[in-house]
């Protein structure tokens, strides 16, 4: 008698973006071993390694039916394309994108910061909350458990990785013609983003920044109402000249303030790194590849005996594509 079991059959909407490209490798070095099938949306399909097999083609129902749970990573036209052809809750779809989660039947999905008794979600479609309210939530909600918060400040630089790889190629594009003297492309941004912040994108930018602030602030709402133990902070979101990683710098006036070392420590668990001050300060591009939070630089406001500031920095694809892997380990 044969008595193996037989691997999950997943697949991956979007398999050439960063997001898709962050989802293959997790489950690379996972010992769930499911088979996946890649549908590429044809942005780029060139960037599929050829070694990994399977099939990049467009989204159908075949294909769709065949799997149990489908992660969706491309544009938000595939993404509404596979949601029409999933029938009977088959798929269960996990959306990284957001494109999906004004459906009715949406539910917003941050296991990170989620708290660890509370009974499983089910539903046809999981949305993966956006990196950076995922990343605040896990702060806040640590420093909250401990000491009492009254209000709090966050500055959140985003990275050109969260437009994806237009958005990368479009910052280094600029960087490279602002070098040589040339016109700027301007597609994503609308503005110049090299060598330069952005509080706003240009008025023909296919996104405002804006409305990307207002899903981050919508987002870490919910997820610090699981615990109700942090208010909300006042958010402002910035678009940083750089490839990879969010920054966060959070400002947080306690009722009363314990002092660094006690915020050190209770910040200190598997999803946060604290640094302390003989150490080399968080960066963007140290968290590169690193799982969860790292903070450091954490010091006293010498303005306000409550208060303090932090220093945050996170992986932002690594951050959405494994709340999405563990998603789905829940739901298999």
């Known amino acids: ?24 490798e997790l489950f690379a070095d996972s010992t769930l071993a499911p088979k996946i099938h890649l549908i590429g949306t ?34 938000a036209a595939t993404s509404r394309m596979a949601l029409k052809l999933a029938t009977g809750g088959r798929p269960i779809l996990i959306d990284l994108t957001g494109a999906l989660e004004d459906e009715l039947e949406a539910r917003l999905r941050a296991p990170d910061a989620e708290p660890p008794d509370q009974p499983p979600i089910l539903g046809p479609l999981h949305v993966i909350a956006h990196p950076a309210a995922i990343a605040l939530a896990m702060f806040f909600e640590r420093l909250s458990k401990r000491y009492a918060i009254a209000r709090s400040v966050a500055h959140v630089f985003e990275p050109a990785s969260e437009r994806g790889q237009p958005g990368i190629d479009e910052l280094q594009k600029q960087t490279a013609s602002l070098l040589s003297f040339k016109p700027l492309p301007k597609a994503v941004y609308d503005a110049q983003l090299s060598f330069n912040l952005l509080a706003r994108f240009g008025e023909d930018a296919p996104q405002s920044l804006e409305e990307i602030e207002g899903r981050i602030d919508r987002h870490l709402a919910t997820l610090l109402s699981h615990s109700g133990c942090a208010p909300m902070p006042s958010l402002r979101l910035v678009q940083a000249p750089v490839f990879h990683g969010y920054s966060f710098s959070v400002w947080v006036e306690f009722e009363h303030n314990p002092g660094v070392q006690a915020l050190s420590e209770a910040l200190a668990s598997v999803q946060v790194e604290v640094r302390g001050a003989d150490e080399e300060p968080p960066t963007n591009v140290g968290a590169a590849g690193q799982s969860g939070l790292i903070a450091g630089i954490i010091a006293a406001d010498r303005n306000h005996a409550r208060a303090c500031w932090f220093w945050l920095v996170a992986d932002n694809l690594r951050l959405a594509a494994e709340n999405a892997v563990a998603v789905a380990k829940q739901l298999l």
Not at 62 to 75: I, Y
């Open 1 to 24: 008698m044969d008595n193996r079991i037989e691997p999950p059959v997943l697949a991956l909407v979007g398999a050439e973006t960063l997001l898709g490209r962050e989802i293959r």
């Open 42 to 75: 044809g942005e780029d399909e060139a960037r599929i390694p050829a070694e990994q097999s399977t099939d990049a083609v467009r989204v159908d129902a075949e294909r769709l039916a065949s799997a149990q749970v489908t992660f969706l990573t491309g544009p």
